[in-house]
């Protein structure tokens, strides 16, 4: 350890401290040490001049990734992948996709409060529970022909391969396991 880092680190803790079973050359020490600032720990880098990436971001995840918020996939543009571009300057060219009818999918509960209170007011009174109930009803049957069989059921144009390629309900064994393959054949199982 050069000069410079030892001096930045703390005096190692007394053995009557240390636990009996730690081996002898683990270092433990009762302060953090100082952080070092040098990214490059003083080795010189010296990278070679690259093209520009084609894809500066590309996001594999779950719904937190994808947008979720309030229930449902929605404002996929505030998601954290995309506030990410924003701040590298790449925003214009992140493909991502998009959910902006009724609140997005699969029901936003956040879209829902609002339509009950722009119908009935801040408060629902038990006389308004039989409407409500029929509003609901209605919202969901029309939510439902959008996604499944309207405009929201076809796939949108978007000019290449998205660059968030996040799934709801997706965990880490799924991006592991899911391929092209696996997935055109789990569609034509149906």
């Known amino acids: 350890m050069d000069g410079e880092l030892a001096s930045t680190v703390s005096q190692p803790v007394p053995d009557e401290l240390r636990d009996p079973g730690t081996p002898g050359e683990v270092v433990i020490r009762l302060e953090a040490r100082q952080p ?34 309030s229930g449902a996939i929605f404002n996929t543009d505030l998601s954290y992948p995309a506030l990410i571009a924003r701040e590298l300057g790449w925003y214009d060219s992140f493909r991502h996709p998009e959910y902006r009818a009724f609140g997005g999918l699969p029901l936003n509960l956040e879209y829902l409060a609002h339509e009950l209170e722009h119908r009935f007011g801040s408060t629902l009174e038990w006389w308004e529970l039989a409407p409500a109930v029929f509003v609901v009803h209605h919202l969901l049957d029309q939510l439902r022909e959008y996604w499944e069989e309207g405009r929201g059921s076809r796939v949108p144009q978007s000019g290449g391969i998205m660059h968030n390629l996040a799934v709801a309900g997706f965990d880490i064994r799924d991006l592991m396991a899911c391929t092209a393959d696996t997935e055109r054949a789990a569609m034509t199982q149906g």
């Open 36 to 69: 070092i600032t040098d990214a490059t720990l003083g080795i010189p880098v010296r990278l070679p001049p690259a093209d520009p990436p084609r894809h500066r971001l590309v996001v594999l995840g779950d719904s937190l990734s994808h947008g979720f918020q």
